[in-house]
């Protein structure tokens, strides 16, 4: 009987529902078509531990090395290191601007970091993630210079010209679909009351 009751206020009030359903895929269409394409490109560097001369020492390393790999993901997003970025690209934005625009991840259980940089145009996220990821070796470089058992830092895999990442026009358009039929929902419902 609630399934009657249902389909029933549905059917009468069939209109206010579905203008509000069309009303989110259109709004979701257009704002996928408005929103500038972004890209992401990516490289990955990996940090090489010095060489232990017992188990013990081995240990510590791995136990030591994803809280390295964290300091030195922090260290490469910092605001001095996002400063070296546009200093080294010529880039007119802040550099807050620039360092909103680049991640370092470690890869889980690996001494690998991914330096990834987005940007509008594909060429340029490739640029800001490569200079990005001289800085983070420089700054390893340095961090690690008056010490006798040195990390190190290599690029294993340099950044290519950037993937599309936006706009999701599928998930903006499953986006508005849902918040359509929600809004439909209720408003048909306070018709209907």
């Known amino acids: 009987m609630e399934l009657r009751a249902t389909l029933s206020l ?8 579905l203008l509000c359903v069309i009303t989110g895929l259109v709004a979701a269409f257009v704002t996928s078509n408005r929103t500038a ?3 992401e490109s990516s490289s990955s560097v990996i940090v090489t531990l010095p060489r ?5 020492q081995a ?7 994803s809280q390295l790999l964290q300091s030195y ?3 490469a997003t910092s605001r001095s290191a996002a400063e070296r970025i546009r200093t080294r690209l010529v880039l007119p934005e802040s550099a807050e601007a620039i360092r909103s625009r680049i991640s370092v991840t470690p890869r889980p259980e690996t001494l690998l970091l991914v330096v990834s ?13 490569d200079a990005a990821t001289v800085v ?36 903006n358009m499953a986006i508005g679909l849902l918040l359509g039929l929600i809004i439909g929902t209720a408003l048909a419902l306070v018709l209907e009351a």
Do not use: C, H
């Not at 940089?117 to 993630?129: G, K, N, Q, V, Y």
């Open 10 to 17: 549905f059917r009468r009030r069939l209109i206010p529902f």
């Open 37 to 39: 394409p972004t890209y």
């Open 52 to 56: 232990s001369s017992d188990v013990s």
């Open 59 to 65: 240990l510590q390393g791995v136990q030591l090395s």
């Open 73 to 75: 993901a922090a260290i």
């Open 117 to 129: 940089a987005i940007d509008t145009d594909p060429i340029r996220s490739r640029s800001i993630a």
């Open 136 to 171: 983070l070796i420089d700054e390893i470089n340095r961090l690690e210079r008056n010490k006798l058992d040195k990390v190190e830092a290599g690029v294993v895999d340099p950044a290519g010209v950037g993937v599309m990442v936006g706009p999701r026009t599928k998930t």
